[in-house]
């Protein structure tokens, strides 16, 4: 059993790799790939979090792992939101919609209140019309019949 002493050495990547270039060099059955070192670094974490300096190399790793999947997620939930705002705007084009139409459905009964006043009036002063000149004609036909049976006396 080994035992090591002293600080825990980090884990390093870049380390590791030339750790096995190194190995498959050594082994002439092992055929090696054309070294490519890392070029694509991987997207800082969000500027919300900072890494501690006590904690290893996976740690890090493992956390970041963790935080961008979060952060992807609270993405998605943005997304979501984005969806939601546009159904509040339609909403509210709607209520602009319906608004118009319910002042234009105001209008339109009080000019039916005012034309049902108009012939009420006018249905009104006709049927007193009609009754002065029957009781003209009634007049008139008692006069003439009263005439007449004078007449006839």
């Not at 059955?29 to 300096?53: C, G, K, M, N, W």
């Not at 996976?58 to 961008?68: N, W, Y």
């Not at 049902?116 to 002063?125: H, V, Y």
Request: aromatic share 4%; proline share 3%; charged share 35%.
């Amino acid at each position: 059993m080994r035992v090591q002493t002293g600080a825990v050495k980090h884990f390093d990547a870049n380390r590791l790799e030339g750790e096995v270039r190194d190995a498959v060099q050594h082994h002439p059955h092992i055929q090696a790939l054309e070294f490519a070192p890392r070029t694509t670094l991987a997207p800082p974490v969000p500027d919300y979090v900072s890494h501690r300096d006590d904690v290893s190399e996976i740690g890090k790793l493992s956390a970041e792992a963790i935080v961008k999947e979060y952060e992807e997620t609270a993405k998605e939930i943005e997304t979501m939101g984005d969806v939601v705002r546009e159904m509040v705007q339609r909403c509210e084009q709607l209520t602009a919609s319906a608004s118009a139409m319910l002042k234009d459905i105001k209008t339109t009964a009080a000019r039916y209140r005012k034309e049902g006043k108009r012939m009420f009036t006018e249905i009104e002063s006709c049927s007193s019309a009609t009754d002065e000149v029957r009781r003209l004609c009634e007049t008139f036909r008692d006069k003439l019949a009263a005439r007449e049976s004078e007449a006839s006396k």
